[in-house]
C-alpha cells in the first residue's frame, strides 16, 4: 500500500436539512501537492475544517496517517499545520512576538523555531515591523509560518491567495514549492481558481455543490486541456508514418482505443486531412479537441448541474 497522508471515506457533513459536503472520497499521498477547486460555496471549506477537526462529520470517516482511530486521529492531528479561512495575527505585534505566542500555546520547547521558520518564510528581517503594517502577502506568509512553527508533515492552506496582487500569489506559489521540494511537505490547498493551483499543485480534486466531481493527477489535467486533433483512420500503422514522413511531426500519441492524438498542426486539419487521403488511408474521425484550463471546469461543473436538473425526473 502506498503511504499517504489523508483518506476520507464517504465523508458527508450535513447542516439542518441540506449537505454541505456528500460522500466525498479523497486521497492524499505523501509529498503531494493536492490542489482542492471549487466555486464559492462548494464545500472546500467544510471538507478542510472536518479534517482539521473544528467540525465533525454526520457520517463517513477521516484517515489521517493511515489511522481512523479516535485517539490515534488526535495524535495525527498534532502532525498537521493549517490555516483555515484568515490566518489569526495579533496586529499589534511583531512577526517575531505572533510565533512567540503560538509557540507557547502549542508548547513547543525553545526559541529557536522562531528564526528558522521566520528565515523559511521569508520574514527574518522584519525586525520590529508591527503586523498591522504588513502589507497582505506578508501577512499570508506569517500565518503559514505559524502553520509551520510546529514543523509539520502536513498543512492545508485554505484559499490563501484571496485578495493578493499578482506579485503576491508568486511570491506564496514559490514558497509552498519550496517548502514540498525542501522538507518533503505534503500540502492541501483550496482555490476557486483552477489557473493559480495549476502552477502548483500535483493533484487536483474538483468538487461542485458538495460533491466530488473529479479526481486527477497534473499530467492527466494537461492531457485534457492539451489541444490536439483527434484522428481515426482505417490503417493505424500508416497513418502514424505518415504524421511522421508527410508532416515531419512525432508530437502525436496513439491511444489504446486506435485514436491518434495529434498536438502540432492544430489549426492546419485541412493540411493533416490532404496528407492522410493522398496516401490512401481512410479517414473514420477527425476533430479538434482541448480546452483552456477555465473552460474545462465550466464544463465538468456544467455536465453536473445538468445531471442534477434530472434527478427525480420521469423521462
Do not use: W
Not at 99 to 114: A, M, N, S
Not at 246 to 270: P, Q
Not at 290 to 312: C, I, M, P, Q, R
Request: proline letters at 2%; a neutral charge; charged letters at 25%.
Amino acid at each position: 500500500m502506498s503511504d499517504y497522508i489523508l483518506r476520507t471515506n464517504n465523508l458527508s457533513k450535513k447542516y439542518k436539512h441540506d449537505f454541505a459536503i456528500q460522500n466525498i472520497n479523497v486521497t492524499i499521498k505523501k509529498g503531494e501537492i493536492y490542489g482542492f477547486i471549487g466555486q464559492n460555496g462548494a464545500g472546500k471549506s467544510t471538507m478542510l475544517r472536518l479534517v482539521t477537526g473544528l467540525t465533525f462529520p454526520t457520517s463517513g470517516s477521516i484517515e489521517l496517517f493511515q489511522s481512523d482511530n479516535v485517539k490515534d486521529f488526535t495524535d495525527a492531528q498534532k502532525r498537521m499545520g493549517a490555516i483555515i479561512e484568515n490566518p489569526a495575527l495579533f496586529l499589534h505585534m511583531t512577526a517575531y512576538e505572533n510565533l512567540e505566542v503560538h509557540r507557547l500555546q502549542k508548547g513547543i520547547p525553545g526559541k529557536d523555531c522562531i528564526e528558522q521558520t521566520l528565515e523559511l518564510v521569508g520574514l527574518s528581517d522584519t525586525g520590529k515591523k508591527k503586523t498591522k503594517n504588513f502589507s497582505l502577502g506578508m501577512k499570508q506568509r506569517l500565518g503559514i509560518a505559524i502553520a509551520l512553527l510546529s514543523d509539520p508533515e502536513f498543512i492545508i492552506l485554505d484559499e490563501p491567495t484571496n485578495g493578493l496582487d499578482p506579485i503576491g500569489i508568486v511570491e506564496l506559489r514559490e514558497l509552498i514549492k519550496k517548502l514540498n521540494r525542501e522538507k518533503g511537505l505534503t500540502v492541501l490547498i483550496s482555490s476557486h481558481i483552477l489557473s493559480e493551483l495549476h502552477q502548483l499543485a500535483t493533484k487536483f480534486g474538483i468538487i461542485h455543490k458538495g460533491k466530488l466531481l473529479e479526481e486527477l493527477s497534473s499530467k492527466e489535467l494537461d492531457e485534457k486541456c492539451r489541444r490536439h486533433l483527434q484522428i481515426k483512420v482505417d490503417d493505424l500503422p500508416k497513418g502514424a508514418t505518415v504524421l511522421e514522413r508527410n508532416l515531419f511531426t512525432t508530437d502525436f500519441e496513439v491511444m489504446e482505443d486506435g485514436m491518434i492524438k495529434l498536438y502540432s498542426h492544430f489549426e492546419d486539419v485541412r493540411k493533416v486531412s490532404r496528407a492522410l487521403t493522398n496516401n490512401g488511408l481512410v479517414i473514420e474521425h477527425l476533430s479538434q479537441r482541448g480546452d483552456s484550463l477555465e473552460s474545462y471546469f465550466s464544463k465538468l461543473v456544467g455536465g453536473a448541474e445538468h445531471e442534477e436538473s434530472y434527478e427525480g425526473r420521469s423521462i
